[in-house]
């Protein structure tokens, strides 16, 4: 069981915006700055946004972060064939000293 | 540019050790906190250990229960994970990552990844 909750799945036709949520709690989305990233099998995981909504370079801007309280979202507009992966979020825990990810997001692109 | 390769990985016996090396460069490694992460097949990306940029801090999953070491070799520039006591559920992909800020030690964000190496324990 993570202790960041996502839905284990997310779908989407070519050109919709999606939506994934991850949920925590105080002592890790709460307190400290959220990631996200895609993964591709076969492949390393990709930072696709760090400290809540800031993209590294090289990632578009068709994919934005939010957090509120202890909950955080990703969302993906304009939505691609090539978006078709899984999706983590992941912060910091200050009562596990350590980082936290959550169970992933399969999303699919109709 | 910023590259992470590990090895080390195998098939190895339920009981057994192995050590996982992940060798850096394109970067000043002393600066950087590093982590390992793992994937198990069918599941998600579960943090194991990370390790502060001096080497002076150490903190681990407690799934872990003091069988994983984590070292690293600033002068070699290479990152290590001792595992003893091998079972299967440790079984994974086993990814070594830098974090985005130098001389941070806290934090989830993760720039940089190696493509991992294969860790399988089975009899």
């Known amino acids: 069981q993570s202790v960041l909750t996502q839905p284990p799945s997310a779908s989407g036709t070519p050109g919709q915006r999606v939506t994934i949520s991850c949920s925590g709690s105080?002592?890790?989305?709460?307190?400290?700055?959220v990631n996200w990233y895609q993964h591709l099998p076969g492949t390393a995981p990709k930072l696709l946004i760090y400290?809540?909504?800031q993209r590294p370079s090289g990632v578009p801007d068709r994919f934005s972060g939010s957090r509120s309280g202890t909950s955080a979202s990703l969302a993906i507009s304009g939505l691609q064939s090539e978006d078709e992966a899984d999706y983590y979020c992941?912060?910091?825990?200050?009562?596990?000293?350590?980082?936290?990810f959550g169970g992933g997001t399969q999303l699919t692109v109709l | 540019q910023v590259q992470l390769v590990e090895s080390g990985g195998g098939v190895v016996q339920p009981g057994r050790s192995l050590r996982l090396s992940c060798a850096a460069s394109?970067?000043?490694?002393?600066?950087?906190?590093m982590h390992w992460v793992r994937q198990a097949p069918g599941k998600g990306v579960e943090w194991v250990a990370l390790?502060?940029?001096?080497?002076?801090?150490?903190y681990y999953a407690d799934s872990l229960k003091g069988r994983f070491t984590i070292s690293r070799d600033n002068s070699k520039n290479t990152l290590y994970l001792q595992m003893n006591s091998l079972r299967g559920e440790d079984t994974a992909v086993y990814y070594c990552?830098?974090?985005?800020?130098?001389?941070?030690?806290?934090?989830?964000?993760?720039?940089?990844w190696g493509q991992g190496t294969l860790v399988t324990v089975s009899s």
């Open positions: 992941a912060a910091w825990d200050d009562s596990l000293n350590g980082p936290v």
């Open positions: 394109g970067f000043s490694f002393s600066s950087y906190t």
């Open positions: 105080s002592s890790n989305i709460g307190s400290n700055t």
């Open positions: 400290s809540h909504n």
């Open positions: 990552a830098r974090v985005h800020i130098a001389m941070v030690i806290v934090g989830a964000n993760f720039d940089s």
């Open positions: 390790i502060s940029y001096d080497g002076s801090n150490k």
